[in-house]
């Protein structure tokens, strides 16, 4: 208990000083050099989401759902006095769907539409060498997706114009999904 | 009736007989000799004594004739007193004589002799006159001659008829005498013949019977006998392993006496034990008792422990729900956060700084994330501990519940071990006693077998003595048989 306690006090010291060495030490202006991206995972699959496609991450938002709707949309919601049509991410990716969905990213490029997963992992700031584009015989003729690679684990890049281009025209969406 | 007298009471009859027979031939044999006797005293009393009478007459006679002749011859008196004198004789002899004979001839003849003596007398007194008278000697004796010597001549005669007949009569007597005898002696040879008779007749029935009975009874006793001299053999065979046997019992008396001796130190060791187990066992159950008031204290301490525990599960489950705000507000602050870097990236350069900071607040967000992670995994760990700890003293509870029954059960154990420990005690203190009373009546079986062990020795030797009288007896019974019956070849 001792050491337990000693370490949550050394913990507690380290973080105040990594916290104050943050406003000590000089701005970092190599954003060109690293990019920010969600971690997130839809089922069991890790995925990554670009921050600069997102315009806003939430929790536990009510979605409402719509009677007749499309496999993939699970309802709207309200957000700062506006509607957003959210969809299932597992389904737009070709999965089955179905799962819990607790989080919900909204797109830049469409502010009303968001994308549901079911868990958010964190934001990584990984360098921009990092991320590769992959080009394979397996994926849609004229297609190719980004993977970045991130302590020890790849992720595929979730390109959200890409799915709001294809909600917009449901036969793309299916499409890609046929890519996975 | 007489086949069922005994030897004795025969013997006793024969004897009798014999003594009756014997007695018989005494009797006659005195009355013979008796009338013997008599007979012959009658002759020497009565016959030889009259016929010596008769001559004491004669000589009287005689010696008055030879004292008259000297008065004649001589003229002396004395001669005339020695005639009165003798005539005195003469007439007590004839009074005597007529006192003692029995028959009228000697009466008569007695008569005459007095008769004549008489005569004999008066002419001789006539005489003796003639001389006093002074006549001549011629003239007595001429007129002796012719007066006196005719008288005695008579006179002499008469006696020697008398003497004669005495004579006679005396023969007669002792004839009969004799006669008299010789029928006592016929008659005790008759009564002594038939005394042997009877006497060899009552022999050989009793031999016949002594020898018909006896060599039965011999018999019986030479198979009596051979028995008594198997049984005494046996018996002294008997008795040598009897005294083996008894040799054998006294050396394990000797050892059951030394068990004995031992047993009764072991027993009083044993009884030492027990007290001191009792003593163990009082103590244990005092501290069974004090142990069982430190478990009930146990128990108590374990139940405030539980409450304890249960206390600080729901103060744990208190953290856990403020540690649930604080997680709540750490990813609020965390999307917050997020956002804020979302939105520095949509402002472009102008958001940079702004990035920074809620970049900085993401990671104090992720941090708080992390940490209250930690602490719910603490907190995890703590409830699963306090769940663990209150599971473990429900079970330890339990286990002082059971320990407490346990100890419940080990108080009446040691109780009644106590208990039994007190009545081992008396048991083996009884047993001290009674081993001790079993080693005295093991020694007194020792002496009693000791004692037997000599009667066994002296059995043996009286079996061999029996033997030995046996075997005598055996042939003391075939010399019996022999002498019994010569023929006897037993």
Known sequence: ?180 | MIRSWTFGRKIAASFFVMVLLTVLVGVVSVIALESVVSSKDRVIDVNSRLLVEAQSLDTSVWQKSAAARGYLLTGDQSYTTQMTTALRAFTTELTTAEGSVHTAAERQQLATIGRDDSAHQQALLAVIAMRQSGQSVSVVGRAWTSQVSPKSIILDSAIAAFVSTEQKLLANARQASTNTASVAVALIIAIAVVAIVVAVWLSLLLTRTLRRQIGAAIGEVQSSSAELQATASQQATGAKEQATAVSEITTTISELLATSRQIAESAQRVAQVAEQTAGAGRTGENTIMKAQESITDIRRQVDIIVDHMLELGAKSQQIGAVLDIVTELAEQTNILAINSTIEAAGAGDAGKRFAVVADEIRKLADRVADSTKEIRGLIDVVRGAVNTTVMAMEIGSKAVDSGNEQFAYVANAFGEIASLVGTTTEAAREIELSTKQQTTAVEQVNVAISNVAQSTKEAEASSSQTLQTASQLTGLSQDLARLVDSQAER
């Open chain 1, 1 to 180: 208990m001792t050491s337990m306690s000693g370490s949550s006090i050394d913990g507690a010291a380290a973080m105040r000083h990594a916290f104050d060495a943050s406003f000590a030490e000089a701005p970092d202006l190599t954003s060109d050099v690293f990019e920010n991206l969600l971690a997130i995972r839809v089922g069991l699959n890790p995925y990554a989401l670009r921050i600069e496609e997102v315009s806003g991450l939430y929790v536990d938002t009510l979605v409402v759902s719509l009677p007749g709707a499309p496999p993939a949309l699970l309802g709207i919601a309200g957000f700062r006095s506006a509607i957003v049509a959210v969809y299932d991410l597992g389904v737009l990716l070709g999965g089955r769907g179905g799962e819990t969905c607790r989080w919900l990213a909204l797109a830049a490029s469409e502010s009303t539409i968001g994308f549901a997963f079911n868990e958010f992992e964190g934001l990584l700031r990984v360098p921009v060498d990092s991320i590769a584009v992959e080009t394979g015989t397996h994926l849609t003729s004229g297609t190719s997706r980004q993977i970045v690679n991130f302590d020890a684990a790849t992720r595929s890049i979730v390109r959200l114009a890409d799915l709001v281009e294809a909600i917009k025209t449901p036969a793309t969406v299916v499409r890609r999904s046929d890519d996975r």
